[in-house]
């Protein structure tokens, strides 16, 4: 299993100062790379990316399983995460 971060989601994670949220991160990431099908889909259409609520925030990641690879893509407040 490959494991990637994209930048947006080091310096999302670079920047939580909470301990508490920071073990809820560890725990939610260690539990999507034992079982990556866990996440909800992102939206309707089923291309890959998915969603963990970790209250009140969101983590993006994607998982490619005929290649193995899953991406952490982002970790945000739930009502700014959607936002482009």
Avoid: C
């Avoid at 909800?40 to 209250?55: H, N, P, T």
């Amino acid at each position: 299993m490959i494991i990637q971060q994209e930048p947006e989601f080091k310096k999302a994670i670079k920047h939580i100062k909470d301990n508490a949220l920071k073990e809820k991160v560890k725990k939610q990431i260690k539990k999507i790379i034992e079982n990556p099908e866990i996440g909800d889909f992102l939206g309707y259409e089923k291309r890959g990316e998915r969603k963990i609520y970790i209250k009140p925030f969101r983590l993006l990641y994607y998982y490619n399983k005929q290649k193995e690879i899953i991406t952490f893509i982002n970790f945000k407040h739930r009502g700014k995460i959607y936002r482009k």
